[in-house]
Structures are given as structure tokens and as C-alpha cells.
């Protein structure tokens, strides 16, 4: 099974940046999607970007443009670079992670999820 632990969240300005990790350790396979969730309060989970194995990426459109997913094989680390952030990015954010290849932003289809970390946009 996957273990994920997020870390690098806190408090910006809009038009800051911030940039968020996922430690991933566990792997059993050489198939994975590794996703960013974000949920603000009183909003549903909401998918925000993936990497798979192969390097893959997809992102939401709201943050296309802005964010950039990108993988650490060494390392067992994906990390989510976001810039030109909004008050609208304030949220939990949370990486979750299965072994299959498709990066569903369904969170139905994620067996491993991280704790979770605030992300906090504003002046």
C-alpha cells in the first residue's frame, strides 16, 4: 500500500507562490497516478492536477497555466509548483494515489491519501 505525506503549505499573498510536496513511499507496482485534491470550506474535493508513471500530466482548468506537477523518481516526491496564486486557491490540499494509470479526478477511484495541508491565500 501507498503512504503520502504532504508538506510545504502556509500562508501567501495573491500573485505569491507556493510550492507543495507529496512523499510517496510503498510502491508495488510500476503503474501509479499520483493526483492533487483540494477542498475549500463548504466545497466538494475537487481534482487539481496528476502524474502517472510515465509522466503524464493533467491539470484542472481553473489551474492551467498557473500550477505545474512534476515528479522526483530518486526521491519518491511530486511536487505541485503554484504561482500566480488566488484567494479562489485557498483550500486543504491533499495527494492521493492508486495503481493505475488514468489520473481519474474522481477521489472515488483512490485507495491512499495523504493528511492533508492548508493552503491560505490572502492579503
Known sequence: QLQLVESGGGL????????????VSGF????YSITWFRQAPGKEREGVSCINNDGTTTYADSVKGRF?????????TVH???NSL??????????????FT???FREKYYSY???GIQVSVSS
Open 12 to 23: 501567501v499573498q495573491p500573485g505569491g507562490s507556493l510550492r507543495l510536496s507529496c512523499a
Open 28 to 31: 508495488s507496482s510500476i503503474y
Open 68 to 76: 505545474t506537477i512534476s515528479q522526483d523518481s530518486a526521491e519518491k
Open 80 to 82: 505541485l509548483q503554484m
Open 86 to 99: 488566488k484567494a479562489e486557491d485557498t483550500a486543504i490540499y491533499y495527494c492521493a494515489g492508486d495503481f
Open 102 to 104: 488514468s489520473c481519474p
Open 113 to 115: 491519501w495523504g493528511q
